[in-house]
Every structure is written in C-alpha cells, then in structure tokens.
C-alpha cells in the first residue's frame, strides 16, 4: 500500500483509486453535460454516455487488486472501449487506449510518462476521427496535452503536473465557443470537451487522491447526485452562472457550500477564478454566498429555464434555419397579427415582418411601407389577415412597387396561417426552381380558402342579429364575417360554434388562445372538446391576441 | 471453416426482415437504445418494438440512441472473418446522422482494414435494407467486389425514401437533423412530408392533416412506378400502413413488404408516422 504514497511515481492501486474518485465526480456533472447542448433543453447525453463509458471502463478494474499499472490502464481501456457509448463515449475510449498503450512498459507514473501518455491518448482520439473538429473535446486533450509537455522536464512532481494539465484544459475548454460558432451562437462551451474537463479534474491532486491511501470507493455508489428524472420535472428553475474572482480560493470548499443550494452544480477554475454553475429554485441564494464570501462577482448570468426552454422555438428559426432559407429567399413575407404568440407563430414559419394590428387597431400604409422597406427578398407577399387591413395592405403595395409587393388577401390570422405554411410547402417541394410566382400564389390562396375560421369574442352590448338574441356580454362566435352562435360562456360558445361548422372531411382544430384567458385553462377546454370530439386532432397555440379570447381554425 | 467469399454486413438500423437476413446470411451489428439507465441492444429480440413504441410518448426522459463500441464492432468483423469470409461488404446509416460508421472504422482498423469496405448507404431503414438485400444477393450468387459496390450505388440511385412525420415532437428533441426541425418550425403542429437522400432528411412539403399528407406520400409513391421493391414503413401504425398499401396497390409489386421501424430510429421520428422505401425498376437496366 505505501508505495503509492509516492507523489513521484503512481503504481496500479493508486490509478485505480484516483479513476474511482473521478468517475464518483463525474457522476456530478452528468446532467450539467448534458445540459451543455446546442440547445437550452434538457435533452443531451452526452453526458450520461461519458459516464456509462467510464462506468463500463471501471467495471473491468473493480475487482483487480494488482500495482501494475500497465495492466490496470489497459484493462480500464478495453472496458471503455467496450463500453463505448455516443461520440465523446468513442473518443473518449480512444484516449484512454491511446493513454494505456505508453504505460505499457512501466511500473510506476511519472511526469514525463504522463506527458507521453497524454500526448499519445490526443494522438488516438485525433487518428479515430474522420474529420476532426476543433473547438470539441479533441481539441482540449491536444492543448491540455501540448501545455503539459512545455513543463514534463522542469522535475515537476505528478499532482504539479497533473494540476497544469487540469488547467490548461478548463482553459481550452473556456475557448471552444471562439472554435465552433455554433457553441458561441448558442452560449455554452462543447458538452464533451466539459465531460473531458470535468473528467480530468476529478483526477486531479486538488484533493490529495493520488496521495491518499483510502480505499477506493466503487464510482457507481456516488450516482444518487445524478436524476434523470429531474429534467422532466414541471419546475426547471433558474440557471445561474457567475465568476468568482479573490485570492486563494478553495474551490473545494464553495463546491461544498453550495452543494445545498440546487442542483447540476460545477464549480471549475482555481485559486484566483473560479466559475460557478448551478441550477436553483432561488437564484439570489449562491449569489448571496459568493457575495459573503468576500469574492469579486463577474460574468453574472441568470436564466430562467422553463422561459428559455419555451421560448426555444424562435431562436432555432433565426440561427439554424438560415441557410434553408436563403435558398428560398426569392419570397418575403410580411404579417399582420394581433398578438406575441401569433407574431411568434409567424416568425416561426419564416415571416421576415410582422406587423401588430387587427381588429380595431388597423396598421397604416407607412406601418406597411416601412415594414416593406425591411425585407431584403425580390418579392414580398402580404398577409393582412383582417378584413379591413386588405386596402391599406394594397394601397402600400402600389405606393411601393406593385411588381415586387403581392397582397393575399387573407380575412384572418387563421387564413393567413394556413397561406404561409403552403407557401413554406411550395418552397419545400423543389418545383418552384424557377420563381414560379403564379403558383405559389394558386397555392396560398387555394390554403387560405380551405381552412374555416372561427373569432370567438364578446358582444360589447345587447342586440339581435339573423335571428339570435345577443346579451351585453355573452360570447360570439364569428366565422366568415357571420355571426354563427352566441352563448353564455366561452366554452358555450366555442361548442356550439364547433357542433355549427364542422364539416366531415375536418381532421385539426387549432385553438390560438387570447391574452385573456390562462393556459391552463385553454387545456382543460381542449381536453374536454377531445372527449366530444375523439377522432379529431386538436392543437392548442398560444396567440396573445386580446378582443378574442380563441381563433378557432378547422381544416 | 469454410471459405465463403464475400460476407454482406449491416447495422439493425437497415430494417431487413428477418427472413431476408437469414436465408442470405447477412450480419447485423445492433445499434443501441439508452432509456434511462439501460442500454437496449436493437436487434429485435432486447427490445419489444411494440412495447417501446407503446410507451414512448409518456416517458419522462426521450431515449436515445447510440453506436456499438469499437470493441463490439472489432468482434463482429473479427467473428465474420473466423468464420471464413474472404472479404466484408459492410453497409451502414450516414456518417451524417450516426456515430456508426466510425465505431465501425475503428472496429475494422484493429481487424484487418484491407478486407473490410465499409459503405455510407446514405439512406435509412429499409432504404439502408435495399442495398444489403442486393449486395447480399450478389455475394451469395458470388459476385465480385466491384460488382457489389457498382450494384450497391445503382440501388442507392433508383431509391426513395419519403415518410410522414406525424409529430415533429421527436425530432425537434432528437437534435440530430437540427436543419429539418428548425425549418419546420415547431410552434403549430405540421406534418412534414420528409425524403431521404444523401445522408440526410429534407422536407418536400408540410401539411397540417394526415389526409393531406397521405396524398402527397401517395401521389409521390406512385411517381416511383414500376417498381422493383418497395417497402411500407411505420412507427406502430401497422394500420395506417397496411390502408396506405391498399390505396397505392396497384404498383405494389411481388416484393412488397410492411415494415415497423426500428426503436434506434422510430425513437427519433415517434411514433404515428409512416413512410415508404422504393427501388425503380429501371435499377437492373
């Protein structure tokens, strides 16, 4: 056992323990790796697939009791390469063969072995990728790697070594965004380029593991940090992340301070700078520590989760959808929409411009003109999507350049909907090569005709109307200009208006729910419609719109 | 020991039937399904297809999916050669959307690289398929590399694969064909008609309803006429399936068959859609 006391040579035993107790740590920032991803939901795995490779790799050394550290190294390798799970899983187990094959001829680690063992891991990681790409984990086992040669020779004891190795990958690993532009575009560093980081650093001496003889702790026992489950839970919280920045910092003892604090956290960095990442029910609580403790705060972000999970939509249109739609960028348009979910819906499908109005808020020609003005593409279609919105729509047209701007003359948000999907369809379908403008209007128009639109809102006072009495404050259902029901409620409303206008070959109801009415409301109505009406399809959008508490569209 | 030749290999996300597999002798590496803490190998036994498709809606967690290891894959072509294969044609899901190829690079590289050529079909599921059964074809009738590699492009030629997503939920939370899902939008519910080609999946046109999904699937089936082969594919939809084959019926030929998708893959797309894989005639001229 005293043998691997020695700080300047590592024998079997003392890899295995220091692999057991980085595993154990890396069950901690499963989740905030899986989290590292492109985009801010909780679907990643990279993460879990790290894990269960080392998970796997350790599985062949958990029952081995042997000092030779070339048997320990290439039997962790070959578990790892058996247990290869995803990309980083894969290259990971590249490193560790590559890392096994040089202690292949040694008793005991050392520095300069070290050095030519990490370098010869960077080397299989780099040689078992096709293409490879920087700015991911292989880039920070090359830099780590690369850094640690420059000292191998200075006589550096291996925690020393092992500590500029740690670092100088947590720095390569704070300049994978400036690599890959989809990482900085989306502000997180490479999730496996974390994992290798994450990975290291549990290795490192900073807690005296290859210095302390314990007994090594099997690295499964230490999972229960890690839930799966918590991803999916109602509540996502709120991300907080920050830089701590003081004098001798023990970044072990914030780990531990705030460990109680939420969940998924990683504190990386060293004694001048230290990075937290936490997830909490209340953000001001690690703030408030750090703060305590003395240390200058930098870099402070907070997120809110569950906002950044729904507001994803939108921010996948402006970033990946780019170049599909530069293909398709013969054809702008530009919207007319009552509210921030219908603008958002829009958006979505690749409206260059939305403008706010509807009823009783009419846009202005100069609100088109200007709007007109903003987009880039050859020729603009406009969706007035309101009835007293098509003149001024076809006024702006004309005042613009009757050549270029179009005008569908689409009678509502729902109308307009189902015109821009058909042309996103056009677009689609590859026939449209040759700017082929005739049809693509054929197409919009046959789409807005089909679908059936229904306004839900309220009567401002008492009346009568072909043939229904209408109560100050009762709920209209409006399809086609016409008043088709009234009803003492919403949902009454909204019932008859359905029972009134479906037809047979209806298979989609769309519901975009008003400013006025809760979402959870919205959901109860749905689910109760699906009970009546069990072979139809139902999709419930937020609209935001106020006046309507529903469109309704049927088709 | 006997002397066979040239052995056809695949990877299970190539949805061959089993029938097909066996009585052409093609080797079928497993992919993975992970859900939660388990690691499910596809290969049609490990996994209850029904079971899994039945329940994927209401897992809190999306499985995912993953490659065999490199040592799985050093194995398979390890066991291949033992057996007495002179060469390997192995033929697998793109470089593009899977881990896959490269595990088996690595897995060939520490057999013998020389006698393995490993294949992007840049296709899926039975698109994948249509080039192993051919290849295997070939090799069983004893048929040179060369000729295998040239039939295997002239299948990949005269193959559509065209499918239905009936929900983007999946793919948008698969995150492997970023360009599809973010061109969709994901706001409303639309239904993407999708083609495979080239390693990867692109829209041909969206739809808000099944039926009118369906008759742009239909009216591009029938497109593909005389056809070879052709395969009705679905993600536990055998239903929906089987009403699609009667309605394109008459240009079914003779090999037609209905096929439920792998997990590897349904996992991505979820369950409802359906699709189909052709292979023209014209691919024999």
């Known amino acids: ?555 | 020991m006997t002397f066979k030749g040239i052995q056809v290999a695949a990877d299970s996300v190539c949805d061959l039937p089993v029938e097909i597999v066996r009585d052409l002798d093609i080797r079928i590496i497993p992919t993975y399904v992970n859900i939660g803490d388990q690691s499910i190998a596809d290969d049609g036994r490990g996994l209850d297809r029904q079971a899994f498709y039945r329940q994927l809606p209401s897992m809190r967690v999306q499985p995912t999916t993953s490659a065999p290891s490199p040592g799985e894959a050093e194995a398979f072509y390890q066991k291949m050669l033992n057996d007495g294969a002179e060469k390997i044609v192995s033929i697998h899901v793109p470089d593009r959307l899977s881990g896959v190829l490269n595990t088996m690079r690595l897995g060939a590289r520490a057999v013998d690289a020389e006698r393995i050529t490993l294949v992007d079909s840049l296709q899926l599921t039975f698109g994948i398929g249509l080039q192993v059964w051919a290849a295997a074809e070939l090799a069983v009738a004893g048929a040179s590399l060369d000729d295998i590699l040239e039939a295997i492009e002239r299948v990949r030629q005269h193959t559509e694969v065209y499918a239905i997503i009936d929900t983007m939920q999946y793919l948008q939370r698969s995150g492997r064909v970023n360009s599809l899902v973010a061109g969709i939008g994901t706001l409303l519910k639309i239904k993407p008609i999708v083609r495979v080609a080239d390693g990867d999946i692109n829209s041909l046109a969206r739809s808000r309803t099944w039926s009118g999904a369906e008759a742009k699937l239909k009216a591009l089936t029938l497109d593909q006429a005389p056809l070879d082969r052709l395969a009705i594919l679905h993600i536990d939809n055998r239903l929906g399936a089987e009403r699609f084959l009667d309605s394109i019926g008459e240009i079914a030929p003779q090999e037609t068959h209905i096929i439920e998708v792998c997990p590897t893959l349904g996992a991505h797309i979820g369950p409802g859609s359906i699709g189909v894989a052709t292979l023209k005639q014209d691919w024999r001229n």
């Open chain 1, 1 to 555: 056992m005293s043998s691997c006391r020695n700080t300047y040579g590592v024998d079997g035993k003392a890899l295995k323990r220091a692999l057991a107790s980085a595993i154990g740590q890396f069950s901690q920032h499963v989740e905030v790796i899986n989290e590292m991803n492109v985009f801010p939901v909780p679907d990643g795995d990279t993460g879990i697939n790290m894990y269960h490779t080392l998970q796997r790799a350790y599985s062949e050394i958990s029952d081995l009791d042997d000092s030779d550290i070339a048997e320990v190294s290439r039997r962790f390798a070959y578990g790892a390469l058996m247990g290869a799970r995803g990309n980083s899983g894969t290259i990971l187990s590249q490193l560790l063969k590559g890392f096994a094959e040089e202690l292949q001829s040694t008793k005991a680690l050392d520095t300069p072995h070290l050095a030519l063992a990490c370098k010869r891991a960077a080397q299989f990681a780099y040689d078992a990728v096709t293409s490879p790409v920087e700015g991911t984990i292989l880039t920070v086992a090359r830099e780590a790697t690369e850094t640690l040669e420059l000292h191998a020779d200075e006589g550096l004891a291996l925690s020393e070594a092992l500590d500029i190795l740690v670092r100088a990958a947590q720095a390569s690993l704070r300049r994978t965004p400036e690599l890959l532009p989809i990482l900085k575009e989306s502000g997180v560093v490479d999730s496996g380029a974390l994992g290798l980081a994450s990975f290291l650093e549990g290795l490192a001496p900073g807690d005296g593991k290859f210095d302390r003889p314990e007994k090594a702790e099997a690295p499964v026992a230490a999972r229960p940090g890690v839930s799966m489950g918590s991803s999916g839970d109602a509540s996502y919280g709120y991300d907080v992340q920050f830089l701590m920045l003081g004098k001798d910092l023990n970044i072990a003892q914030i780990r531990q301070d705030l460990e109680q604090a939420g969940w998924s956290l990683l504190v990386v960095g060293d004694d001048s700078t230290v990075k937290v990442h936490i997830h909490v029910d209340n953000p001001a609580l690690p703030i408030d520590y750090a703060v305590q403790s003395g240390a200058i705060l930098d870099d402070i972000v907070i997120e809110n989760m569950e906002l950044q999970f729904r507001r994803r939509p939108g921010q996948e249109t402006s970033s990946a959808a780019a170049p599909k739609h530069q293909a398709a960028e013969a054809y702008g348009v530009i919207a007319v929409a009552p509210g921030d979910g219908l603008r958002a819906v829009f958006e979505d499908l690749g409206c260059e411009a939305v403008i706010r109005g509807g009823q009783g808020r009419n846009p202005s020609v100069e609100d088109f003109l200007v709007a007109i003005d903003s987009v880039s593409a050859s020729k603009v279609f406009i969706l007035p999507n309101n009835r007293n919105i098509i003149m001024t729509a076809r006024q702006a047209a004309e005042s613009a350049d009757e050549r270029r701007v179009d005008v569908l003359p689409t009678t509502s948000v729902v109308q307009g909907i189902s015109a821009l999907i058909a042309l996103r369809s056009f677009e689609d379908s590859g026939e449209d090569s040759g700017g082929d403008l005739d049809s693509a209007i054929r197409e919009m128009r046959a789409a807005a005709q089909q679908v059936c639109s229904i306004e839900i809102t309220r009567a401002s006072r008492d009346s009568r109307l072909g043939g229904l009495a209408i109560g100050c404050g009762d709920f209209l259902a409006i399809g086609d200009g016409q008043i088709l029901v009234a009803g003492a409620t919403i949902e009454a409303a909204v019932r008859d208006a359905l029972a009134k206008a479906l037809k047979a070959e209806h298979e989609l109801v769309t519901l975009y729910y008003g400013d006025s009415i809760q979402e959870r409301e919205a959901k109860d109505l749905i689910e109760r419609l699906s009970f009546t009406y069990s072979e139809l399809e139902f999709d419930l959008v937020f609209g935001g719109q106020d006046l309507y508490p529903y469109l309704i569209g049927l088709e």
